[in-house]
């Protein structure tokens, strides 16, 4: 135990290595699988190099966003002092934003490296069994999963070890170990910053491809969604990679590392003696952040299914769910180990087990909002249920149904997040809260995991539907696929409530930099602040949607003039020119994604800078509401509206008669489908990562705008008190008539 105890900081990378280790062990299982025939492998290999072709036009452009960025921060990090207060920061910064970036960009890779090549051996699993579909693709899931978790420990754990030895570190409270953690914010930035324009990008890919792919080819040419005729089918495969799987694992990769962070900087200012130099409150959410991996490894043991009609979500939950309570147990015993009895965080006081108890807080939350979203997107439920019926009486009554569905469904989450909030405060403080999102995502690489599955189900049923494969296989991956839709959907509802707790400490983080005690909204410029922060959520969901549509028409064209241009596509006698339409979502994505990036990494430091921390402060508060509603809504929205398309393929029940693929409801369900797709995979799982990197932006900038610290020699005023006492008898006359003079000392 002694040795455990004197080298907990090194077996923080050590449990991030592991991950990585069983990911390379899971990834070379994968490969071995069969690929199928000739031709399943040629369409596979059209998909992989069309993710491969985005992936790199995109580092391209990012790599000179990443160069300019880390020349400001490496500027900034050489300025010692502003106005007579010293700064904690240093040039190194800049090195940790690179290194925050390229970890980011590798966490999408090895997601989308993953993917494609588990998707055409999924699709060769489903001619055999269901229960080998699931167990191929949910392995290609998790190869993501831990990819990215491992990578996020290794990373944090890593630098933080190299910088307490750069910086000098002797103590937890020090002013090195505050550089130390200022310099680490630049690896959750640059992680950040390469998620929003990979979520962004990604997701505008993948909704020009589909929208295009879908309205030729399924509402005007009457062919099936991945018909190999279909000169979109291509990309739109593609767009599942770069934005479903490429573009989560950078979103969740920045999630992970900004929760840590966050986390650690309210951790340093905690002052306490215990068995490891006074940093156990810096060092816990690494620890259970690190442990998190092995637990979602184990929980990957239990989602396997027995035969054809074994039920496919309830085998994820019991993984997801399975992994989630052993983080619960482990927690109670790693807390009471590291912490000691009391803590104080600016002023409020709180025991160990209050901790636990905090950290118990953010893993309920984060399973009832799985659980919230899961009901109101998945297929049978009531909400579907509600969008199915209406579409009976055509296009618009489906689309009202479907944007009801999605406002009703951000009642209760945030009902559930406000609880969250004010509970974790009332056992830990601000600590509380940091902590309670560090124990949400303790279990990434299982959420992930499960998350990556559903896009390379979705890639399966489409290599199938291209293969002209046997109906049953093509059963078999829209099973998978279906609920991938759901599995999807929750992870959306899981990163946004993890961006929340996530907001709120480094919110507490800036608050404190900033030496600010209170954001008066009182004052006219806070209110102000608080309303354009609330704007920006939806300038930025309309510039991605808006870029959609844009991205969309030109794919429109291409396709009508493919079909009217080359002789023999609909009759199978030619091949459709693929490249040309991934080259047009890739062009359209890279394009169009540079605004919403610039409003939310320039923002904060305009009005930081114009007006001061506590309308920033304001600014944040804005942004983070509008963006969590915002994201919930169209997430959900989106996620029903697709799954009441997916229905019809089975057969609904509409007053009393079926309805099948081409009923005229149908048709209605395939335009609430489109219009869901911008929502669900572009702008909405867009929110958490706007909110996060506002925050973030405004933490590293938090030290150039800090209102002066009050000195201790400051000059002081004495104030004087007149206070008159009188005192009657009985008789109502005055007895006594007392002149009481007290001096207070007053710091100005």
Not at 174 to 188: C, P, Q, Y
Not at 484 to 500: C, D, L, R, V, Y
Request: glycine share 10%; hydrophobic share 50%.
């Amino acid at each position: 135990m002694d040795f455990l105890q004197n080298n907990l900081i090194y077996c923080i990378p050590a449990l991030g290595l592991v991950g990585i280790i069983v990911m390379m062990v899971k990834s070379a299982w994968v490969n071995k699988q069969d690929a199928g025939d000739k031709n399943m492998q040629e369409l596979a290999g059209y998909i992989a190099d069309g993710a491969m072709a985005f992936l790199k036009a995109e580092w391209r452009v990012l790599s000179i966003f990443a160069v300019f960025t880390a020349a400001l921060l490496a500027y900034s990090g050489t300025i010692t002092e502003i106005k007579g207060v010293p700064m904690h920061s240093s040039w190194i910064i800049s090195i940790s934003f690179i290194i925050g970036a390229v970890f980011s960009a590798t966490a999408g890779y090895i997601g989308m490296k993953s993917a494609t090549k588990a998707n055409v051996r999924t699709t060769q699993a489903a001619r055999t069994s269901l229960k080998q579909a699931l167990k191929v693709s949910f392995t290609g899931g998790t190869v993501m999963g831990l990819g990215v978790a491992g990578l996020a420990v290794l990373g944090l754990g890593g630098l933080f070890i190299v910088f307490l030895q750069l910086f000098h570190v002797t103590s937890a409270n020090s002013v090195e170990m505050r550089t130390a953690i200022e310099v680490l914010t630049g690896f959750s930035l640059g992680a950040e910053s390469i998620a929003l324009f990979a979520r962004v990008g990604g997701g505008i890919y993948t909704k020009a491809a589909d929208v295009g792919a879908d309205l030729v080819g399924k509402v005007e040419a009457g062919i099936p969604e991945d018909d190999v005729r279909n000169p979109a089918t291509i990309a739109d495969n593609v767009g599942d990679n770069v934005g479903d799987v490429a573009g989560m694992g950078a979103d969740l990769f920045g999630s992970y590392v900004a929760t840590i962070l966050a986390t650690m900087v309210l951790g340093q200012e905690i002052t306490v003696t215990d068995k490891f130099g006074g940093m156990s409150p810096i060092l816990l959410p690494m620890v259970i952040c690190g442990l998190g991996i092995l637990f979602s490894i184990i929980g990957t043991w239990f989602v396997t299914i027995k035969d054809e009609k074994s039920n496919v979500q309830t085998a994820l939950n019991l993984g997801n769910w399975s992994s989630i309570l052993i983080t619960a147990i482990a927690s109670f015993f790693i807390v009471k180990w590291m912490l000691p009895e009391t803590l104080k965080l600016r002023g409020y006081e709180f025991s160990s087990i209050n901790v636990f108890y905090a950290i118990i807080v953010g893993l309920v939350v984060g399973t009832i909002m799985s659980i919230v979203t899961e009901y109101f997107t998945a297929m049978g439920k009531g909400p579907v249920n509600s969008i199915i019926q209406q579409s009976s009486t055509g296009h618009a009554t489906n689309i009202i149904a479907g944007l009801a569905v999605g406002m009703k469904s951000t009642v209760i989450p945030i009902l559930v997040l406000a609880g969250g909030i004010m509970l974790s405060y009332h056992f830990a403080g601000l600590y509380g809260v940091a902590i309670a999102a560090a124990g949400m995502m303790a279990t990434t690489a299982m959420q992930l995991a499960i998350d990556a599955f559903g896009p390379i189900a979705d890639n399966a049923g489409g290599i199938a539907e291209m293969s002209q494969l046997p109906p049953e296989v093509r059963e078999r991956t829209d099973n998978l696929d279906a609920v991938g839709n759901t599995t999807a959907a929750t992870g959306k509802g899981f990163a946004i409530a993890s961006a929340a707790l996530t907001s709120l400490a480094l919110f507490a983080a800036f608050v404190g930099i900033a030496g600010i005690t209170a954001i008066d909204i009182y004052k006219a410029p806070v209110l102000a602040g608080l309303f354009v922060g609330g704007m920006i959520p939806f300038i930025f969901s309309a510039l991605c949607i808006q870029a959609v549509g844009k991205a969309a028409m030109d794919m429109v064209q291409e396709v009508r003039r493919q079909f009217r241009e080359i002789p023999g596509i609909m009759e199978y006698k030619a091949k459709p020119e693929y490249e040309k339409c991934v080259a047009i979502s890739t062009k359209a994505s890279i394009r169009e994604m540079m605004m919403p990036g610039a409003i939310a990494l320039i923002t904060p430091i305009i009005i930081g800078f114009t007006f001061g921390p506590e309308v920033l402060g304001g600014l944040l508060a804005g942004v983070t509401v509008t963006g969590v509603l915002m994201g919930i809504f169209q997430s959900n929205a989106g996620g029903a509206w697709d799954n009441a398309k997916k229905s019809f393929e089975q057969g609904v029940m509409i007053n009393g008669e079926m309805h099948y693929k081409k009923s005229e409801p149908h048709k209605a369900s395939v335009t609430g489908d489109t219009v869901g797709d911008p929502f669900k995979d572009t702008s909405g799982p867009s929110m958490n990562i706007l909110i996060k990197l506002m925050s973030i932006v405004s933490l590293v900038i938090a030290p150039y705008i800090a209102v002066k610290a009050i000195a201790s020699d400051h000059k002081q005023e004495v104030r004087k008190e007149i206070r008159i006492e009188q005192k009657t008898d009985a008789l109502g006359n005055l007895k006594t008539d007392t002149l009481l003079n007290t001096t207070d000392t007053l710091s100005r």
